[in-house]
């Protein structure tokens, strides 16, 4: 199993521009996450789902967009890209009968 | 509003001493408390997590110790090894389907050899 996956690890991108980052995991969990992890801040929750066709809005949704169409991907979108965008990316997973979540790699987004 | 305050923000311990972090929380319904460890470039990942109707949890040299009525959880680990330098965070939840869990900001712990 290769757990929770993130394409790409690494992005810059220029003010304005719009990309989508891809979460895949083989667990057959319910739940995933998007997180933004900066220096001094923590881990804050983007978005998450709590199944296939559901989302909803973390803690900063804002400038971010998600979509769910596949139980086993969660696609994270920034329409126009700030540069207070820039930070590290972690997507996470979840099963229904466990609070455990499970972490991918990250990306690191870089804005200009 | 901060939910979930970690202090401190960097610790430096001597191999073989004694690392310990601390949380509070504020929401009362928090009913699941665990804590991450995250390595430089890596996603972060579970160490250890206790509920609140026990007071203390040992796994290995990692000990959460928990008190209730105070709303405040703390990461032990004993015989501190430089293998265990990384950034840990406390992090809180309901227990309900869901929901997410709320994250401290983080201590970054530098065991020196």
């Given at each position: 199993?290769?757990?929770?996956?993130?394409?790409?690890?690494?992005?810059?991108?220029?003010?304005?521009?719009?990309?989508?980052?891809?979460?895949?995991?083989?667990?057959?969990?319910?739940?995933?996450?998007?997180?933004?992890?900066?220096?001094?801040?923590?881990l804050?929750?983007?978005?998450?789902?709590?199944?296939?066709?559901?989302t909803?809005?973390?803690?900063?949704?804002?400038?971010?967009?998600?979509?769910?169409?596949?139980?086993?991907?969660?696609?994270?979108?920034?329409?126009?890209?700030?540069?207070?965008?820039?930070?590290?990316?972690?997507?996470?997973?979840?099963?229904?009968?466990?609070?455990?979540?499970?972490?991918?790699?990250?990306?690191?987004l870089?804005?200009? | 509003?901060?939910?979930?305050k970690?202090?401190?923000?960097?610790?430096?311990?001597?191999?073989?001493?004694?690392?310990?972090?601390?949380?509070?929380?504020?929401?009362?319904?928090?009913?699941?408390?665990?804590?991450?460890?995250?390595?430089?470039?890596?996603?972060?990942?579970?160490?250890?997590?206790?509920?609140?109707?026990?007071?203390?949890?040992k796994?290995?040299?990692?000990?959460?110790?928990?008190?209730?009525?105070?709303?405040?959880?703390?990461?032990?680990?004993?015989d501190?090894?430089?293998?265990?330098?990384?950034?840990?965070?406390?992090?809180?939840?309901?227990?309900?389907?869901?929901?997410?869990?709320?994250?401290?900001?983080?201590?970054?712990?530098?065991?020196?050899?």
């Amino acid at each position: 199993n290769a757990g929770v996956t993130q394409t790409p690890k690494f992005r810059v991108l220029k003010t304005g521009q719009s990309m989508t980052l891809l979460c895949a995991q083989d667990m057959n969990h319910e739940y995933m996450y998007w997180y933004r992890q900066d220096p001094g801040m923590g881990l804050r929750l983007i978005h998450y789902s709590v199944g296939e066709g559901t989302t909803a809005k973390g803690e900063v949704p804002d400038g971010y967009n998600v979509s769910r169409l596949k139980k086993q991907n969660f696609l994270l979108g920034l329409e126009s890209a700030a540069p207070s965008q820039t930070s590290v990316y972690f997507c996470a997973s979840s099963p229904t009968y466990s609070n455990e979540q499970f972490f991918g790699p990250g990306t690191r987004l870089t804005v200009l | 509003q901060q939910q979930v305050k970690q202090s401190p923000q960097s610790l430096i311990v001597q191999k073989g001493g004694i690392s310990i972090i601390n949380c509070a929380y504020e929401n009362t319904a928090f009913d699941y408390f665990p804590w991450y460890q995250q390595f430089p470039g890596k996603g972060p990942a579970l160490l250890i997590a206790i509920r609140p109707d026990v007071s203390e949890k040992k796994e290995g040299r990692f000990t959460i110790s928990f008190n209730k009525s105070a709303k405040q959880f703390s990461l032990h680990i004993m015989d501190s090894q430089p293998g265990d330098s990384a950034t840990y965070f406390c992090a809180a939840k309901v227990n309900q389907a869901g929901t997410a869990l709320i994250f401290g900001k983080g201590t970054t712990l530098s065991v020196s050899s």
